[in-house]
């Protein structure tokens, strides 16, 4: 019986995972000043939990149609000016955190940030994929620093 990275990479086990250790951590009590979780939250999540894992074990197991696409490009070099030049509002409203002292509560235009952070993200994530899903030979190293490559390992080997 091996490790398999596919059982665990599921969305499904990924919750179950997350959602059991956050359970688990919360109730050891170890901030004080937070109070314990209700009867009715504990039994809430303990259901979505038990459903993510019966639905996580069956997606391991079954078998989708699939299509392959081809995804978007987008010119990555102009929606990093964007999300830069769109982060400059919010360091002119409050200025820069550091230097100020400003808590993140209080950090930039309040429903302005909540846009470009998620943009943000988009950005990061749409980044990632083409870095490293999408790559050509220039970005190998993404391979070999953050994950073990197998593929070497093995042909070493034989």
């Known amino acids: 019986m091996g490790f398999h990275l596919k059982r665990l990479a599921n969305?499904?086990?990924?919750?179950?995972?997350?959602?059991s250790?956050?359970?688990?951590?919360?109730?050891l009590n170890w901030a004080g000043?937070?109070?314990?979780?209700?009867?009715?939250?504990?039994?809430?999540?303990?259901?979505?939990?038990?459903?993510?894992a019966v639905i996580g074990f069956?997606?391991?197991?079954?078998?989708f149609p699939f299509s392959s696409m081809e995804p978007i490009k987008l010119n990555y070099k102009?929606?990093?000016?964007i999300v830069t030049l769109l982060w400059l509002p919010n360091f002119a409203y409050s200025g820069i955190p550091i230097i100020n002292s400003v808590r993140d509560d209080d950090f930039g235009i309040p429903?302005?940030?909540v846009f470009v952070l998620s943009f943000n993200c988009f950005l990061s994530v749409y980044?990632?994929?083409?870095?490293?899903?999408?790559?050509?030979?220039?970005h190998v190293f993404?391979?070999?620093?953050?994950?073990?490559?197998?593929?070497?390992?093995t042909c070493n080997n034989h």
């Open 78 to 81: 102009m929606l990093l000016l």
């Open 58 to 63: 069956f997606y391991n197991y079954l078998k």
């Open 11 to 19: 969305p499904y086990t990924i919750f179950v995972i997350a959602w």
């Open 142 to 153: 993404i391979n070999h620093v953050l994950f073990v490559d197998k593929r070497k390992e």
């Open 33 to 52: 000043i937070f109070p314990p979780i209700s009867a009715s939250l504990y039994i809430f999540l303990i259901i979505l939990i038990v459903i993510f």
């Open 127 to 138: 980044g990632f994929y083409f870095a490293y899903f999408q790559r050509d030979d220039n």
């Open 21 to 27: 250790i956050c359970l688990y951590l919360y109730s």
């Open 111 to 113: 429903i302005f940030k």
